[in-house]
């Protein structure tokens, strides 16, 4: 099964940005659709970004519309979430996710936790004002 490895969390002030980046440890997942979700502890994981499988449709939650942008590199095999006019409630752990199984459109972006079934360990943000 594929494994997810994520890169690029730290530490920022607020009004900052950041990209964090996200691989398979092996294999490829240019077929699955992609996307992230943050926590923090004592709360329950929080939709953030989605990519359809080819990357033309996208989703975002209510909260960060406007200042991230996920984006996926199929030839690199690495999905992207670009995180600009960061806020301290940005600050969580981000993970990365995929959905390993059969699709039946390209073109959907899933965002419900429910339809990932493949996670990353996270990589930690933190947003000082």
């Known amino acids: 099964q594929v494994q997810l490895v994520e890169s690029g969390g730290g530490s920022v002030q607020a009004g900052g940005s950041l990209r964090l980046s996200c691989a398979p440890s092996e294999g490829t997942f240019t077929s699955y659709p992609m996307a992230w979700f943050r926590q923090n502890p004592g709360k329950e994981r929080e939709f953030v970004a989605a990519?359809?499988?080819?990357?033309?449709?996208?989703s975002y939650g209510n909260s960060v519309q406007g200042r991230f942008t996920i984006s996926r590199d199929n030839a690199k095999n690495t999905v992207y979430l670009l995180m600009n006019n960061l806020k301290s409630d940005d600050t969580a752990v981000y993970f990365c996710?995929?959905?390993?199984?059969?699709?039946?459109?390209?073109?959907?972006?899933?965002?419900?936790?429910?339809?990932?079934?493949?996670w990353g360990q996270g990589t930690q943000v933190t947003v000082s004002s």
């Open positions: 996710a995929a959905r390993a199984t059969p699709i039946t459109s390209p073109h959907h972006a899933y965002t419900g936790i429910v339809s990932y079934n493949t």
């Open positions: 990519s359809s499988q080819n990357g033309e449709s996208t």
